[in-house]
């Protein structure tokens, strides 16, 4: 008996070194995993910055007063080209025509089919258009812009 | 912005909208000054609907255009002005992530990360350039944002360029601003349009703009960084955010960053000068063209081994329609287009003893398309017929209208590709040079 409970103790012994190094192992492993979690925390700080928006500078533009009447006025239908403009713009003709007494109807793409293009492109462009069709000098202008 | 130079020259006029693009037609006059203006809108669309419907939408607007045109009068009035210079500052307290959502949140980013422009890092950023902080570039459509070097430092901090890259980012911008280089129409289209940078020069060694393999793509910081800058400025000085006034129907990469590469002048073939000395400028010249583009063609070319072959391939590739324009849009015609050869291409067809110009020719005349494939109801034929003498169904019809508004580049490195960047209309290439 008294030899087993050597045998014993000594198997103990042994284990020890082992127990320890578990117990360290996990001890540490909880140290580092409340430590470093998975995804740090940021700190938060206090910044300055520049903003990158800027201001809009704009010169005024006047926009013309409008005619108190179309009676026999001269109306321009300016077309820019995009599909069904000039659909919509021939059934504004008609209209104006039937509604409208002694009004006088030019159609921007008969008299200048130049300036029958979507995307004038440029400001430049753009200004030789409306010089083209300012040459048939309208009241007003009804324009169809879009898709 | 028709209708605004028609008011200009004294003229009233009534614009008709479609639903869909009225925010685009308000932005585009309050960037102009005009607060206001008589407009109808049409419910969307107009265009692409039988001939009865468009007729019936004219019919119901009729009583207010009547109106707009007999009996408006503006009420808006414009935004207070600020000075331009220097910029505004304000206080944050949060972490990087939360500024960068900030940011994005304010509309002041793409919704790609940036690096706060801090007074620090924007002052640093301007040790790149000699020019003044409040030199003014130029109006940023289509919000004419006033862009000054101070603020293209800040977007440049933003987008992490280095400062030595300021020069190249300058000159391209004040190229953007150029009329001739239509950036309102690029960045209010409902395209797929991007802008294409390319450099040329020493600049390209002395700041490291990649001009080799893969050299528009990524892993090139000179490149990206510069690219991200152009398209932040674009859509945050000019205002030009998606849905509107930036119309895009589906967009793409070229939203976030733009084309950058530098012409690879060290695979030019012998007796070829490099794209700068074609737009006029000295070879010792740095400088920088930028032009508004639709993405490019990629022409796979595995298998010619004569320069006619490889011009075949080119003529199955690319036709006149590509870039909408022949009887379409006439206008097209006259604008230049990009062919951005790749070296081993350029190999092959100067190795025959083609120079640039009879490549680009051989390209121009075997490039055309017969009219009778182009779509129907295109207006403008008589312009066609006026440009190009009459037309049957059978006329072969050119991309350009000369074969001198093909425009070659050598660009990229190893690989059986070459690129074909059609122009957005109205887009012209301006080149700028580089100046420190």
């Not at chain 2, 006059?29 to 049409?42: E, K, P, T, Y």
């Not at chain 2, 960045?187 to 020493?202: H, Q």
């Not at chain 2, 800058?229 to 509107?244: E, F, M, R, W």
């Not at chain 2, 990629?298 to 006149?320: M, R």
Request: glycine residues 8%.
């Amino acid at each position: 008996m008294p030899n087993r409970k050597r045998q014993e103790e000594e198997k103990m012994k042994r284990r020890s070194p082992k127990m320890v190094f578990l117990v360290m192992s996990v001890f540490l492993a909880c140290v580092f995993l409340f430590s470093f979690p998975a995804f740090a925390k940021e700190t938060k700080q206090k910044w300055e910055i520049l903003n990158p928006e800027g201001v809009v500078k704009i010169e005024p533009m006047k926009i013309n007063p409008h005619p108190s009447t179309l009676d026999g006025k001269t109306v321009m239908l300016r077309w820019n080209g995009k599909h069904n403009g000039d659909q919509f713009l021939n059934r504004v003709g008609e209209l104006l025509k039937e509604n409208v007494k002694d009004v006088r109807i030019i159609k921007s793409w008969e008299v200048a089919p130049e300036t029958v293009d979507p995307i004038a492109g440029s400001h430049e462009r753009s200004q030789e258009f409306a010089r083209a069709i300012a040459r048939f000098k309208p009241d007003i202008v009804i324009g169809a812009q879009s898709d | 912005m028709d209708q605004l130079n028609l008011e200009k020259l004294g003229i009233p006029t009534v614009t008709i909208s479609s639903s869909e693009f009225i925010s685009l037609a308000k932005d585009t006059a309050l960037g102009n000054g005009a607060a206001d203006f008589s407009v109808v809108v049409v419910p969307h669309p107009m265009g692409m609907i039988p001939q009865a419907e468009i007729r019936k939408k004219a019919e119901t607007a009729f009583p207010e255009i009547l109106k707009a045109a007999t009996d408006w009068k503006p009420v808006a009035k414009l935004p207070p002005q600020t000075p331009v210079f220097p910029a505004g500052r304000f206080q944050l307290e949060g972490t990087i992530e939360e500024v960068n959502r900030f940011f994005f949140e304010k509309g002041l980013s793409l919704g790609l990360p940036v690096i706060p422009p801090t007074p620090e890092r924007v002052a640093g950023m301007l040790k790149g350039t000699t020019r003044k902080p409040d030199d003014l570039l130029g109006m940023v459509p289509p919000r004419m944002g006033a862009l000054t070097v101070e603020l293209v430092a800040i977007h440049a901090a933003m987008a992490g360029c280095e400062p030595e890259y300021m020069p190249v980012l300058i000159a391209a911008l004040e190229a953007l601003l150029d009329p001739r280089a239509n950036w309102r129409g690029l960045t209010t289209t409902t395209a797929t349009s991007a802008v294409l940078v390319i450099v040329n020069g020493p600049v390209i060694y002395e700041t490291g703009i990649a001009s080799r393999q893969g050299a528009a793509g990524s892993g090139h910081h000179a490149n990206a960084s510069i690219g991200y800058a152009i398209n932040l400025i674009a859509d945050i000085v000019g205002g030009s955010k998606a849905p509107s006034p930036d119309k895009s129907l589906l967009g793409g990469p070229g939203d976030f960053v733009c084309w950058v590469f530098g012409e690879n002048q060290l695979a030019l073939p012998q007796g070829w000068d490099p794209y700068h000395v074609d737009r006029g400028f000295n070879k010792t010249d740095s400088t920088v063209t930028v032009m508004g583009v639709y993405p490019p063609v990629d022409n796979i070319d595995h298998w010619s081994t004569t320069p006619d072959e490889h011009v075949n391939w080119w003529a199955h590739l690319v036709t006149p329609l590509l870039s909408i324009g022949g009887p379409c849009w006439v206008s097209q015609m006259y604008q230049p287009h990009i062919v951005a050869l790749g070296p081993e291409h350029a190999q092959l067809v100067s190795g025959a003893g083609w120079t640039k110009d009879r490549f680009r020719k051989a390209f121009w005349e075997k490039a055309r398309i017969p009219f009778s494939a182009w779509p129907k109801g295109c207006p403008n034929v008589d312009l066609l017929v006026e440009k190009l003498g009459p037309v049957n169904a059978d006329t072969p019809i050119p991309i350009t209208l000369r074969f001198e508004e093909l425009h070659v580049v050598v660009a990229g490195g190893a690989g059986k590709h070459s690129h074909f960047f059609p122009p957005f209309p109205g887009c012209f290439p301006v080149t700028r040079t580089i100046k420190k």
